[in-house]
């Protein structure tokens, strides 16, 4: 099967499960998970439609925002405070703060750049331990602190479930969704603080998180691996 096929699929696919669970389609972005694959294969997926690509380190990151500036390229992936300055100010969007130096980081990287850089805060749902993001109840003072930062806002939340159990994973997704509920009490007119956005499911889960009000899924072998067979 041909990426474009399995662009099309991906497509269908996430157009059916939003007509099935009542969610419109225009809420749901896909994020094609791009770090596993070679830049000429990031061109094709231009040519197939693709917008919204997903990388997580630093420098595959620059090598393709440079490549292809035209997409919009989010950061997914653990990042360290000392590389935040090669990815703030180029990421559309960094899912993945989740720890004080990291948005001190965020915040003197995109003052010294004079721009404000979009994040999400990723949360611990799960408590799995491999799982990155901060508890639930460290939340609130978490966004109390982003809000007082210049140029850092936050759009929403992110979290990862573990792979292999899917009432595990809605658990986990409607678990986020819950917490994005009871943070909109701080979200500002500023719109520094929103909770507009839920990053969450892969290429395993999507369809259970998409049912649980994701507003970001991150796709990555379901598009680029022929070989992937959903569970």
Not at 3 to 16: G, H, I, K, S, Y
Not at 54 to 69: I, M, Q, S, T
Not at 187 to 209: F, K, N, Q, T
Request: hydrophobic share 40%; with cysteine; proline share 3%.
């Amino acid at each position: 099967m041909s990426l474009e096929q399995r662009w099309n699929d991906t497509c269908a696919d996430v157009t059916r499960i939003c007509e099935e669970s009542g969610r419109n389609l225009q809420d749901v972005k896909v994020i094609a998970v791009s770090k596993t694959v070679e830049p000429p294969v990031v061109g094709e997926a231009i040519a197939c439609g693709v917008t919204d690509f997903g990388e997580n380190r630093d420098k595959p990151f620059n090598e393709k925002v440079a490549l292809y500036p035209q997409a919009r390229w989010h950061f997914i992936g653990t990042l360290q405070s000392n590389k935040a300055r090669h990815v703030v100010g180029k990421a559309f969007l960094i899912h993945s703060l989740d720890r004080a130096s990291l948005l001190e980081a965020i915040e003197k990287a995109a003052g010294n750049v004079d721009c404000i850089q979009d994040v999400l805060v990723e949360v611990s749902v799960s408590g799995e331990e491999s799982k990155g993001g901060i508890r639930p109840d460290e939340l609130p003072a978490f966004i109390e602190r982003i809000a007082q930062c210049e140029h850092v806002a936050c759009k929403g939340l992110m979290t990862m479930a573990p792979r292999g159990d899917m009432d595990l994973a809605r658990k986990t997704f409607a678990g986020l969704q819950n917490l994005s509920q009871m943070m909109s009490k701080y979200c500002d007119e500023r719109d520094s603080i929103s909770m507009s956005e839920l990053s969450m499911g892969m290429s395993e889960d999507y369809p259970v998180a998409i049912e649980e009000g994701a507003t970001m899924v991150r796709i990555g072998r379901r598009i680029f691996d022929d070989n992937f067979r959903a569970l």
